[in-house]
């Protein structure tokens, strides 16, 4: 009923920037919460920035003044524009929406299939 589509990953040298986006669609009634994970190679997916519908952003501490997470909920879509990349930044960014559907009256967690972020030195 939910899909939730990333996008926008790919390689860059260090220092570069990139913006993800990431789409919600189907039986949509409104959308919460929208945020981005990301799980680097042997590691737990950590939270990167979240962002509710008219704000109040927040960030992990390693990508302060470095990442913007932004929304645009007409489209349902929300975007992080990644700037001075580094090598530890490097993993897989993962979506994450908090959904009502029509039918229901509570929200539900949906996750994206994810996209590659790969940081070079």
Known sequence: QVQ????GGGLVQAG???????????????????AWYRQAPGE????VASIWPYGSEKY???VK?????SRDNAKNTVYLQMNSLKPED??????NAQ?????????????????????SS
């Open 4 to 7: 939730v589509v990333e996008s």
């Open 16 to 34: 570069g920037s990139l913006r993800l986006s990431c789409a919600a669609s189907g039986i949509i009634f409104s959308i919460n919460d929208m």
């Open 44 to 47: 737990q997916r950590e939270l």
């Open 60 to 62: 992990a501490d390693s």
């Open 65 to 69: 003044g470095r990442f913007t997470i």
């Open 90 to 95: 490097t993993a897989v960014y993962y979506c």
């Open 99 to 119: 959904v009502r559907l029509r039918a229901l009256m509570t929200y539900r967690d949906y996750w994206g299939q994810g996209t590659q972020v790969t940081v």
